[in-house]
C-alpha cells in the first residue's frame, strides 16, 4: 500500500546559459530552494516527489536567442547521466524523495544534436526513467524530438507506448512526463494513461498563456480525462544571462498539483520570484477511484477502432530532421507552419478566413 505524500514542485529563478559551466549557477540555487520547499511542505505529509520545471538548469536561451543548433548540442547541452544528473541525485539522497527534472540533453547517437529530456531520479540518486519530448515542440524550440527522425527511432526502440511515454513504477506509483506544450495535446496525456502511468510531470508555460489560463485548463483536462496527478511547476524569474541584474517574468507563475478529478490541490500564483508549490498525492484512493467509479473514469469506455479513423491521415511531416540540423526560427515558419495551414486548408479541415 502507497501511503499518502505531498509532491513539491520548484519555481525557481533562474540563469540562461552561454557554456555548459553555467548551468552550476542554477544547481546551486535549486539546492537552497530545496531547502525550503521541503522542510516546509513535509509538515503536513513526507515528501516523496520534488519536481525541477523545465528549463531550470540552462534555461531557454536556445531559443530565445535563435542559436544554431550544432553550437549549443555541444556547448550547452548536458548528458544524462552526468554531472548534472549527479548533482540532482545527491539531493534525491538527501530528502529520501524521486526527483523530476528536464534538460536540453544529447543523445549518445547522435553527434551535434540535442533532444528535449524530461528524466527521473530515484531516492538512491539513479535515473530510472528518460522521456524524449515526442512531439509537438513549442515553434520556436531548436529541439530534436522522435518523431522528426521517426523511422530511426522506431528501429532502435520500437513502435510501442514505452518507446514515446515511458512510464516507470515505484514505491510512490507510476510515473511519467508530459513537458510543457505536450500537454497541449490530449493525446500525450493520453498515451502515458493507457501506459499505466498515476502521477505526471507537467511543467513549464509561458506568459501570456499562462495568465490566459491555458495552462491551467490544459492541466486540469488531462488530469480528468486520464484520472492521474499532474503535478505542473512553473519557472519563476528569468536572467537571460548569468551576469545580468534584472530578472524578467516571461511565465507568470500559475503552478499546480492537481488531483485524478481534475481538481487543484496544491496552487502557487506567484512566479515573480523563487518559490514553490506543494499538494497532497494519494495514488491508492486514485486506484480506488479507477476501479470503483461508473462514470467519470473514462479510460475503460474507449471506443478504439472509432478513434483510430481520427488519425489514418497523416498531418505533421515525421523525419523532417533524419536528415538535416532542426531550422531556425524564420525558416521553420516559412517551412513548416505555412505548410501545414495550408495543408489543413487545402484538405478542407479548416476553411479559410475571409480575408
Known amino acids: 500500500m502507497i501511503k499518502p ?142 518523431h522528426d527522425v521517426y523511422d530511426w527511432w522506431i528501429e532502435k526502440y520500437g513502435r510501442t507506448l514505452q518507446a514515446f511515454w515511458p512510464v516507470v513504477d515505484t514505491e510512490i506509483g507510476r510515473l511519467g512526463i508530459m513537458m510543457a506544450n505536450e500537454g497541449s495535446y490530449p493525446e500525450n496525456a493520453r498515451a502515458l494513461a493507457l501506459n499505466g502511468a498515476e502521477v505526471v510531470y507537467r511543467a513549464s508555460y509561458p506568459h501570456p498563456a499562462t495568465g490566459n489560463e491555458f495552462f491551467e485548463i490544459q492541466s486540469r483536462a488531462r488530469a480528468l480525462d486520464n484520472n492521474l496527478y499532474i503535478v505542473a511547476p512553473n519557472m519563476g524569474t528569468y536572467y537571460l544571462f548569468p551576469e545580468e541584474t534584472t530578472p524578467i517574468d516571461t511565465f507568470g507563475g500559475r503552478s499546480f498539483v492537481i488531483n485524478y478529478r481534475g481538481q487543484i490541490v496544491g496552487r502557487q500564483d506567484y512566479g515573480a520570484g523563487s518559490t514553490y508549490v506543494g499538494g497532497p498525492i494519494d495514488v491508492e484512493a486514485l486506484r480506488d477511484h479507477r476501479a470503483r467509479a461508473q462514470w467519470d473514469n473514462y479510460m475503460k469506455d474507449l471506443r478504439t477502432e472509432l478513434y483510430q479513423i481520427v488519425y489514418e491521415q497523416p498531418i505533421y511531416p515525421k523525419n523532417l530532421y533524419l536528415k538535416r540540423a532542426p531550422m531556425k526560427h524564420a525558416e521553420y515558419r516559412e517551412k513548416v507552419i505555412k505548410r501545414q495551414v495550408k495543408l489543413m486548408h487545402d484538405r478542407g479541415i479548416w476553411k479559410k478566413p475571409a480575408r
Open 5 to 146: 505524500y505531498t509532491a513539491v514542485g520548484l519555481i525557481p529563478t533562474v540563469r540562461g546559459i552561454r557554456k555548459r559551466k553555467d548551468i552550476k549557477l542554477n544547481l546551486e540555487h535549486l539546492s537552497h530552494l530545496v531547502k525550503a520547499a521541503a522542510w516546509l511542505s513535509s509538515l503536513d505529509l513526507p515528501v516523496r516527489l520534488i519536481a525541477f520545471p523545465e528549463g531550470a538548469l540552462q534555461g531557454f536561451n536556445d531559443e530565445v536567442l535563435d542559436l544554431d543548433h550544432a553550437t549549443f548540442a555541444r556547448e550547452g547541452a548536458i548528458d544524462i547521466p552526468g554531472e548534472e544528473t549527479e548533482f540532482l541525485g545527491r539531493i534525491a539522497r538527501e530528502y529520501d524523495a524521486f526527483v523530476i527534472a528536464q534538460a536540453k540533453a544529447r543523445h549518445p547517437d547522435w553527434k551535434d544534436r540535442f533532444f528535449n529530456v524530461g528524466f527521473i531520479l530515484s531516492p538512491r540518486g539513479k535515473v530510472i526513467l528518460k522521456h524524449y519530448k515526442v512531439s509537438p515542440l513549442f515553434p520556436v524550440e531548436h529541439s530534436v524530438c522522435p
